[in-house]
């Protein structure tokens, strides 16, 4: 696995969790962990999802932490089960933030192994030919 390959599932997997959770990928994985959560309408931490969905007492259960910022978005108190509430959050995520997910999950593939392809290939090697056909190479005995 190359740099270029870590790096285009880097970008795909931040534009899959600000699709679902509107939160990138690094906040996804370390908030509630490693650092503070941060709270904002309809975003997620895989921490507050765990937490939600085991019942731990993290400070927030299912219903605060998935109804509450539902029913600040919505502008008032949530209804039916904390579930509907975070199901209704990953649809207007989605609704917000699906077309970009999409695109960039076709996209970036397509441009890394196209880049992959072009830096593979040496870019000193036409140099070295040009110099040999124009005879700069055995005149100055320099190859590149």
Known sequence: M????IGASFIVADAVTQ???NNGVWNFF???WFAPTTSAQNQYSLHEIVMGLTGADSGSSLYDSFGTQISQYQGGPATGSPITAFGD???TNLRNNGARMVGTAII????ARVGKKLLAKPLINPINRVSKQLGITQATGVKL
């Open 19 to 21: 699709g679902l959770f």
């Open 2 to 5: 190359s740099l270029i390959d």
């Open 30 to 32: 370390t908030e509630g």
């Open 89 to 91: 959050a990953i649809k």
């Open 108 to 111: 970036v593939p397509v441009v």
